[in-house]
C-alpha cells in the first residue's frame, strides 16, 4: 500500500492540524490526554512553553529546576502540575500567563515510584505508582499557593497504567501471569473514587497453554465508550508466527464487571495502534499501512458467549494528507508549498477517541470517518444500512443508499433494508412517549449489558422526501420520455418504472406496519395518484379492498377528489368513512355534493344524527338539485322535526331558513300545520 495514502479511503485526517514546535535536542513535547492539549517545554521551560489545542494558543515561561518527565494542566488552567523526579510532583499556580510558586507533593508510600499522574477533574489529581494510587484535592487559593489534601489511597502492586478522560477510568496492570495479565480498573466522580472488581485478560492469540515473550504493555491496551457502555479493547498478540493478532473487547456490565463479549479478527501480525470514533473501533497496522473497521453490532460467529467481528469490509490506507508550509515560499513563488505526509510512520502516537500526533512532523490531527467512501464499498446494502444507522450524522447517506438500492435494481433486500430503518424509528418514537410521560430514558451512571443504538432516524416524511416521492417524479419522466420517443431506452443503471416505485412504497408501508408504526397519509397518496395516472384501476381497488392502504379520512378524501378519473372512487370512499365509524359528518357531506339528499338524510337518521343535522344545509343542497319533489320531502322532514321538538312547524330565527320556506310556497303554496306529534 502506498505510504502516502489512499484516495477511497475510509479515514481522513483533519485539514487543519495543531501545529507545534517538533521534538528536538532543545525541545521536549508532551500531550495532555485531559485537555487534548499539547505542550512543546523549550530549554526545560526557560525557553517557553507553549500550549497549542483546539481553541487554546498561549506561552509562558518557568524556571529551570531539573529536567521535566511530565507536565499537565487541571482542565480548568488554574494549576499547572509537573514531575521532575520519580516521587513528587510540583503543583504550581497558574493565572493569565504567570506561573506562581506552588507546592511539592511527594508520594506517601516509602520508597514509591511515580509512574504518572492524570486530572480526573478541576480540582482532583490522582498520583499512580508503582505501590498503588494516590487520590489528591487541589485547589487554588491564592495567586502564589495552592492547598492539598490527602482523599484516599489505594496499596497495590502496578507496573502501568491507562487512563480515559471520557469514561473517568483509570486501568492498573497489577499482575502479569504466563497467559493473562490482571487489570484493577477504577472510576473516577469530583471528589470521590471507587475500585471496581478486578479482571484478567489474554495475552497471547495462541492456542498453546504459554506464551514465552508476549506481554502485554501500556500501549496494547485502551479505552473507550462503544456503544454507550464502557470498554477497554486488548490487543493479543501471535505467539507464533503462523497466529494472527485479535483485539478482545472488554465491556463493563450493569454490576460494573469487566466481560470480554467480542474479538475483532485482524488477520495480521505486527505493530497495532486502535481509535475509538463514534462506536466504531479502528485499528491501524503500521506495517500494510492500512487501517481495519469494526462495528461490535454487526454479529458474526459466536462461541462462548463470545462474537468474533471481522471487518466491515476490506483494509484501506487513510486518504492523503499534504502539509502546507507557507512560510517556505520563495518570494518568486505565489502559491505555497504543499508538503505530502507519510502516513502510518513510525513516530506516529494514537491517543483516544481520534487523536493522532506526529512529534517529528509537529502535528496533531483529529481522524474523521469518510462514510460515503466506505458505503461504495460494501456490497452488502442491508448489513452497510445497519451500520449507517448507528453513525451519527449519517441520515443523508442512508437515504442515498435506499435510492441506490431501487435504482440499481436490488430489490431483494429492500425489505431488510425497511425493517432496520423502521426498527429505530420504532425506538425513537418509544424513547420520545416515554420522556413525555416523565419516564427516565437516560442511561444509568454504570454500564448496562445492553448497548445503546442511538443514532441516525429516518422518519416517513424524510423517506418521502428525499427517496419515494423523487423516485417517482423520474419514472414518472421517463416514462413521458419513452412515450414520447418509442426508441428511447432509459439508462439501465436508474430505469425505474412507476410501477416499480409503488411496490417500493407498498413494502415500506408493510414495514412501517410490522412494528407497529401508523403510516401517513402522503405514502397512501403518493401509490393512489400514481396507480390513476397510470390507469391501473384493478391494482388500486385490490389494495384498497384487501385493505393494503388503511382507512382514514385524508385516504377517502383524496377517492374522492379522484372522482373524474376514477368513478369507483366514490362509493370506494364512502365504504372507507364507514368503516372508520367517525366520520359521519364527511359522509353525510360527500352525498350532499353529489346532491345525493335523500340517501343523506337516510344516513343521517340511521346514525342517529336525525334530530340534530342543519336543516339549512339540506335544504340547500335540496333546493340547487333542481327537482321539486325531492325539495318537497326535505321540507316536510324538517317541518316535522320542528312540529315533533317544538309544537310548530316554523323554522327557529337562528336556521336562517327564510329563503326556503319562500322556495316552498312559491313550489307547493302555504305551509302546513301539522299539529303537535307524539315522539
Known amino acids: 500500500m502506498d505510504h502516502l495514502g489512499d484516495q477511497n479511503g475510509y479515514l481522513e485526517l483533519s485539514q487543519n492540524p495543531i501545529r507545534f514546535e517538533p521534538v528536538s535536542k532543545v525541545t521536549n513535547v508532551f500531550f495532555d490526554d485531559t485537555s487534548k492539549e499539547v505542550l512543546s517545554v523549550r530549554g526545560g521551560g526557560t525557553l517557553g512553553v507553549v500550549v497549542r489545542g483546539i481553541g487554546r494558543d498561549h506561552t509562558f515561561r518557568m524556571g529551570d529546576r531539573g529536567p521535566i518527565s511530565c507536565l499537565k494542566f487541571s482542565p480548568d488552567h488554574s494549576v499547572l502540575a509537573v514531575q521532575r523526579s520519580k516521587n513528587a510532583v510540583e503543583l504550581l499556580t497558574y493565572s493569565e500567563g504567570e506561573v506562581g510558586p506552588g507546592s511539592v507533593q511527594e508520594c506517601r508510600a516509602k520508597g514509591a515510584n511515580l509512574l504518572g499522574f492524570i486530572w480526573t477533574h478541576n480540582d482532583d489529581l490522582v498520583l499512580v505508582t ?9 485547589q487554588h487559593v491564592a495567586k502564589d499557593r495552592v492547598t492539598i489534601r490527602h482523599i484516599r489511597s489505594y496499596s497495590l502492586t502496578c507496573s502501568w497504567f491507562v487512563w480515559s478522560t471520557e469514561c473517568s477510568l483509570l486501568l492498573l496492570c497489577i499482575g502479569s501471569a504466563p497467559t493473562t495479565t490482571t487489570l484493577q480498573p477504577f472510576i473516577f466522580k469530583p471528589g470521590q473514587s471507587n475500585k471496581l472488581t478486578k479482571f484478567e485478560v489474554e495475552v497471547s492469540s495462541g492456542s498453546g497453554s504459554h506464551s514465552s515473550g508476549v506481554t502485554l504493555g501500556e500501549r496494547d491496551v485502551c479505552v473507550g465508550t462503544i456503544y454507550g457502555l464502557v470498554s477497554s479493547c486488548v490487543l493479543r498478540h501471535p505467539s507464533t508466527p503462523t497466529v494472527a493478532a485479535h483485539l478482545d473487547v472488554y465491556t463493563q456490565n450493569k454490576d460494573g464487571l469487566f466481560k470480554r463479549n467480542h474479538i475483532c479478527r485482524l488477520e495480521l501480525t505486527g505493530r497495532f495502534a486502535v481509535n475509538i470514533i463514534d462506536s466504531l473501533i479502528i485499528v491501524h ?9 469494526f462495528d461490535i453490532l454487526l454479529g458474526g460467529e459466536v462461541s462462548s458467549g463470545v462474537t468474533s467481528v471481522y471487518p466491515i469490509t476490506v483494509p484501506r490506507s487513510i486518504q492523503p494528507f499534504s502539509l502546507v508550509e507557507p512560510e517556505a515560499v520563495p518570494s518568486t513563488t505565489s502559491q505555497p508549498i504543499s508538503l505530502p505526509c507519510e502516513l502510518y510512520a513510525p513516530t506516529w502516537v494514537v491517543f483516544q477517541p481520534d487523536i493522532v500526533i506526529d512529534a517529528r512532523l509537529g502535528c496533531m490531527w483529529h481522524l474523521r470517518l469518510c462514510l460515503d467512501f466506505l458505503a461504495n464499498a460494501v456490497e452488502d446494502k442491508s448489513q452497510l444500512v445497519d451500520c449507517l444507522l448507528r453513525r451519527k450524522q449519517a441520515k443523508p447517506l442512508v437515504l442515498s443508499v435506499v435510492r441506490q438500492v431501487v435504482e440499481s435494481g436490488q430489490l431483494a433486500s429492500l425489505g431488510q433494508i425497511f425493517d432496520k430503518i423502521n426498527i429505530a424509528y420504532r425506538q425513537h418514537l418509544n424513547t420520545v412517549l416515554q420522556s413525555q410521560m416523565g419516564e427516565s430514558v437516560s442511561a444509568p451512571m454504570v454500564s ?29 419522466k421517463e416514462e413521458a420520455r419513452q412515450k414520447e420517443n418509442p426508441s428511447h431506452k432509459g439508462g439501465c443503471e436508474k430505469n425505474v418504472s412507476p410501477r416499480i416505485v409503488v411496490g417500493v412504497v407498498i413494502e415500506y408501508t408493510r414495514s412501517l406496519g410490522a412494528v407497529g408504526v401508523t403510516v401517513q397519509h402522503f405514502l397512501y397518496e403518493l401509490v393512489i395518484n400514481a396507480l390513476v395516472r397510470a390507469h391501473q384501476f384493478y391494482q388500486l381497488h385490490q389494495l384498497l379492498q384487501y385493505h393494503v392502504l388503511a382507512d382514514s379520512k385524508p385516504l377517502a378524501c383524496l377517492l374522492l377528489s379522484l372522482v373524474g378519473v376514477y368513478s369507483a372512487g366514490q362509493q370506494l370512499s364512502l365504504d372507507m368513512l364507514c368503516r372508520l365509524n367517525t366520520a359521519h359528518d364527511e359522509i353525510i357531506e360527500v352525498l350532499l355534493s353529489q ?8 344516513y343521517a337518521r340511521s346514525v342517529g344524527l336525525g334530530e340534530t343535522v342543519s336543516a339549512r344545509k339540506f335544504l340547500e343542497a335540496a333546493m340547487v338539485s333542481g327537482n321539486p319533489q325531492v325539495f318537497y320531502s326535505t321540507f316536510t322532514f324538517f317541518v316535522l322535526r320542528n312540529t315533533r321538538l317544538r309544537g310548530s312547524a316554523t323554522f327557529a330565527k337562528g336556521e336562517h331558513c327564510d329563503v326556503y320556506v319562500e322556495h316552498y310556497k312559491k313550489l307547493f303554496g302555504d305551509v302546513p300545520e301539522y299539529g303537535t306529534l307524539q315522539s
Do not use: C, N, W
Open 130 to 138: 508503582d505501590h498503588g494510587v494516590e487520590f489528591y484535592q487541589i
Open 595 to 602: 346532491h345525493q339528499v335523500t340517501p343523506a338524510l337516510r
Open 448 to 476: 448496562t449489558s445492553v448497548p445503546e443504538r442511538r443514532g441516525v432516524v429516518i422518519e416517513q416524511a424524510d423517506m418521502y422526501s428525499s427517496v419515494l416521492a423523487p423516485l417517482m417524479e423520474e419514472a414518472e
Open 285 to 293: 497496522h503500521q506495517a500494510s499501512k492500512t487501517s481495519l473497521l
